[in-house]
């Protein structure tokens, strides 16, 4: 696939030099959280291609690689060096508030995607999923699933990210609809499938194997749950698991029968909050929603083949 990426830096370190660097009129940076998520590295993917449309539009991309204060730093690199405009998904919400206070100050605009900060009212949009509503499906079938009757365990993603906030609200919110069901363990798996796996050994520990329905975070965390699960010998026809994100490892566990449903976390906002900020680089034209969260939507495996957003080939 073509590019007309100007210069991308991978992982915060190398720099890659790609295709008209000398057209450039406008420089962005994009301070992206991490590469460790399966679902970052499509929106990662996302974030370029969609840059590559504008060759005005010079696109630096550094990794913080899930480390806030690096994001903070990459922040503070791109404001000294007089960057146009910068796009971030904050890896936390309070964390990157003095740094995106900043750059508002200096004239240099910021626009979010995925995740949001606590002072939103300091940058110029923000493109994103609603994680209530998708907490509140993940909860709603898991209700449909059991009859209102069961225990739940609750694998939350990382502390202190949008995310994990507004997900895990959703939850508690729909499942006082619901006092047959109750949550008998919650703890963070950091969305990835180590912890993710770690944390439900200590789940069946925990509650002795007695639970009903496991709510994921994420794909990445729901794929260790669920080995650990084949570890311990639970009868998967015995329990109800759902993730979030609909990436490639969910979809084949749905296949497998192992997951019986995922949300799908659009990658579609990645791409969107790309072409707004070239396009308010290039000509100052703001996006009519300044606040855009795009609401996700169930896959199981009688939909999954229809409804997930996109094949996940890079």
């Known amino acids: 696939m073509k ?38 590295t499509y929106a990662y993917q996302a974030v370029i291609d969609e840059a590559a449309k504008y060759p005005e539009i010079q696109l630096v991309v550094e990794n913080a690689q899930g480390d806030a204060a690096r994001q903070y730093e990459i922040m503070e690199n791109f404001i000294a060096q007089g960057f146009d405009a910068i796009l971030v998904n904050p ?32 940058t110029i949009f923000h493109v994103g999923a609603d994680d209530v509503f998708g907490g509140r499906l993940a909860l709603e079938y898991v209700a449909s699933k059991l009859d209102g009757v069961g225990k739940i365990v609750h694998i939350l993603g990382e502390l202190g990210a949008s995310p994990t906030i507004n997900r895990a609200l959703g939850i508690h919110e729909q499942i006082i609809h619901y006092p047959g069901l109750e949550i008998v363990f919650e703890q963070s798996g950091k969305f990835n499938p180590a912890d993710g796996l770690t944390v439900m050994e200590d789940a069946i520990t925990s509650t002795a194997g007695d639970f009903d329905a496991v709510i994921c975070a994420n794909d990445d965390s729901a794929l260790g749950a669920i080995q650990a699960m084949i570890d311990a010998g639970i009868d998967f026809d015995d329990v109800i698991v759902v993730g979030y994100d609909g990436v490639p ?29 070239c396009k308010y680089v290039i000509s100052g034209t703001m996006p009519e929603n300044v606040d855009l969260d795009i609401n996700p939507w169930m896959l199981v495996l009688s939909n999954y083949e229809t409804e997930a957003e996109m094949n996940y080939e890079l």
């Open 249 to 277: 490892g969910g979809l084949s566990a749905l296949i497998e029968g192992t997951l019986d449903a995922t949300i799908q976390y659009p990658v579609e906002m990645a791409r969107l909050a790309t072409e707004q900020l």
């Open 3 to 40: 590019r007309a990426l100007l210069l991308v830096l991978i992982a915060g370190l190398i720099a890659v030099p790609v295709f008209n660097a000398a057209a450039a009129t406008y420089k962005v940076g994009f301070a992206c959280m991490t590469l460790a998520y399966t679902w970052m």
């Open 91 to 122: 890896l936390n919400v309070d964390v990157l508030v003095p740094v995106i206070e900043a750059a508002a100050a200096a004239g240099i605009p910021v626009a979010t995607f995925d995740r949001r900060a606590f002072n939103q009212d300091s």
